[in-house]
């Protein structure tokens, strides 16, 4: 590289040039970034951004313990596995053992959106059945498959014939409000519908598919009940459950190392992406042994790059990190006090119309008025943009774009959970 780094306005043509004329970048102007360094993102200007955007770098960015498994296991080898290998072994009974010894058999990919897929693949083949149920405005991963479960992605058209939304638990802007007597009970009642109209289709479901955090439908608190409700009823209908974990597993909720635990469910599916290497690329579907070898009965499956040397590496020192640092549980009290200096800055600030956490994840959602919940979408853009200047990341979220989501990684000290309080209460009284 140069020593002076190129403008960012150079870089952006460049880029509109290479990688389509619609970018899809953070940001206006977006951001160069050039070093991670733990909770720090620094620019290449010189600049800190303390990343409360993080969704994948969950134990910080560069963290050494994994650079240095990496590097290690890349000099002596990384081959696939057709050939025998122990750290793929490793990664695989330390994962199964995470879920209770419940879900022990591992198919290995590389993404998220590949470790749906197979799961969904998994689910027809185990029930025979063709439809596939998720919430209203989720996001699960870029195959053709799984896009049809992930409305939040879908700009033009519409779901396929044997998809259903059901309705996301959203006690604040829901039809159905906290308060509300037996609130999990009335939410999954929704499945009901869902599952009556895909029968009028001749369908059953294969398989729901749940992100333990609600993350693009604003990030919702658990609701107690809701999860289990729903799970019975598409059991009941003869499908089975995927718990997408990719970003609320790992600790991200707190107090236990899986998103659905505070649901207190047991899926049939959990598949893991994003933060498994804190980076590198390492996906996988975790399910029952029956499960997978019914599928691998059916097709050759395997693929390249999953569960290859390194990456079991990868995702073996992530795991020792989380485990040795107490993180899991470091987590849920970091969460507990960031969630207390979020709802002091909503007593504040009259546009913060509501405040949830799941645990390390956090919506704040932004309202011209508190009791018509009217959304502040260009308001919440605005506020990003001047967090930005402030030194904070962050992202939006939410069917109408108001929700401020907050993803601070597991490392996240009290120290920096005030840093992160006092920019964004100056950003809101800027705004
Ligand atoms: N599931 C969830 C809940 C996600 O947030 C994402 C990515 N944003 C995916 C699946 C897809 O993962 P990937 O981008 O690694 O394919």
Redesign the pocket.
Same mark, same amino acid.
């Given at each position: 590289g140069s020593a002076t780094p190129a403008p960012v306005a150079e870089l952006l043509e460049r880029r509109k040039r290479v990688m389509g004329s619609r970018p899809y970048v953070f940001y206006d102007p977006p951001l160069h970034m050039v070093k991670g360094e733990g909770v720090w993102l620094i620019d290449a200007t010189g600049r800190r951004y303390l990343d409360c955007y993080n969704?994948v770098p969950i134990v910080g960015h560069c963290h050494p313990r994994v650079i240095g498994a990496i590097d290690r296991q890349m000099r002596v080898l990384n081959t696939n596995t057709r050939y025998l290998g122990e750290q793929v072994l490793d990664y695989a009974e330390r994962l199964g053992a995470l879920t209770g010894g419940e879900l022990t058999a591992c198919a290995f990919v590389n *993404? #998220? *959106?590949?470790a749906?897929d197979i799961a969904w693949r998994m689910a027809r083949a185990w029930t025979g059945n063709r439809g596939f149920l998720c919430q209203d405005f989720a996001?699960? #991963?870029?195959t053709e498959a799984i896009e049809a479960v992930s409305p939040s992605a879908i700009r033009r058209g519409q779901s396929p014939d044997h998809v259903r939304t059901v309705l996301a638990p959203d006690g604040y802007r829901g039809p159905y409000r906290h308060g509300t007597p037996d609130l999990g009970a009335r939410y999954a009642a929704d499945a009901d519908r869902a599952i009556a109209s895909l029968a009028e289709a001749g369908l059953k479901p294969a398989t729901v598919i749940v992100?333990s955090a609600f993350?693009t439908n604003g990030i919702l608190a658990p609701v107690p009940g809701y999860v289990g409700a729903l799970f019975d009823k598409v059991r009941a209908a003869g499908g089975l459950c995927i718990a997408?974990e990719?970003?609320a597993g790992f600790g991200r909720m707190g107090e236990h190392f899986w998103g659905y635990q505070h649901h207190g469910v047991t899926p049939d599916f959990v598949t893991i #992406?994003?933060p498994a290497g804190n980076g590198h690329p390492l #996906?996988v579907v975790l399910t029952r042994p029956e499960i997978l070898d019914h599928f691998c009965e059916q097709t050759a499956f395997f693929s390249t790059f999953g569960g290859n040397n390194v990456s079991a590496a990868a995702g073996l020192a992530v795991l020792d990190v989380i485990a040795d640092g107490d993180h899991v549980r470091r987590a849920g009290e970091t969460a507990r006090s960031l969630f207390a200096g979020l709802q002091a800055l909503k007593a504040r600030h009259p546009i913060i119309g509501d405040v949830r956490s799941a645990g390390l994840a956090f919506g704040v959602e932004l309202v011209r008025d508190r009791a018509d919940l009217t959304p502040a979408p260009e308001e919440t853009e605005r506020l990003i943009n001047l967090m930005r200047e402030e030194g904070l990341l962050v992202g939006s979220e939410g069917v109408h774009g108001n929700i401020v989501k907050m993803r601070p990684p597991l490392i996240f000290e009290a120290e920096h959970a005030d840093l992160a309080l006092e920019m964004m209460d100056r950003a809101l009284a800027r705004l």
């Open positions: 969704n *993404s #998220g *959106s590949e749906n996001y699960h #991963g870029i992100d993350m997408d990719v970003q #992406g994003k #996906g």
